[in-house]
């Protein structure tokens, strides 16, 4: 775990805390014809963290949900209105004057719960390539 600056000293003009605006994360959980899972997500914030990502991962861990680093493409929609300090990268830490632990595990407790509503949600389909035009029929 990384060291958290616990002296937060706001140096920057302009700082904002609390709750601004719901931000959301939606997964979509399909599996292959060996059974093997795959997650798609996309949450509200600027982009991903592999900070987020690993914490994702250790939660489907600890509860007994197999998928690893290669079947999960986690991507941001790119809004301003995300927080940030769940970055591994100084360069991305700048503006929020380092790590915040609480915004890294707010961003993946709402994305574990995404996948989870996703998995219970999943249903039996048939995904075919059509030869015309190469669309994907459900």
Do not use: W
């Not at 959301?24 to 059974?35: E, I, L, P, Q």
């Not at 915004?103 to 574990?112: K, L, N, Q, S």
């Amino acid at each position: 775990m990384r060291k958290q600056n616990k002296k937060r000293q706001d140096t920057l003009a302009q700082t904002a805390t609390g709750l601004h605006g719901r931000l959301y994360a939606r997964a979509f959980y399909v599996k292959n014809c060996n059974n093997v899972p795959f997650v798609y997500i996309t949450i509200d914030n600027g982009m991903a963290s592999v900070a987020v990502k690993r914490r994702i991962l250790e939660k489907l861990s600890k509860n007994k949900i197999n998928i690893n680093a290669g079947q999960v493409i986690y991507s941001g929609t790119h809004t301003h209105a995300g927080p940030a300090g769940m970055f591994d990268y100084f360069l991305f830490e700048i503006t929020s004057l380092g790590y915040i632990e609480e915004v890294t595990e707010a961003m993946a407790d709402g994305v574990y719960r995404a996948i989870l509503n996703a998995r219970s949600d999943s249903f039996t389909a048939r995904v075919s390539k059509l030869n015309t035009n190469n669309v994907l029929v459900f």
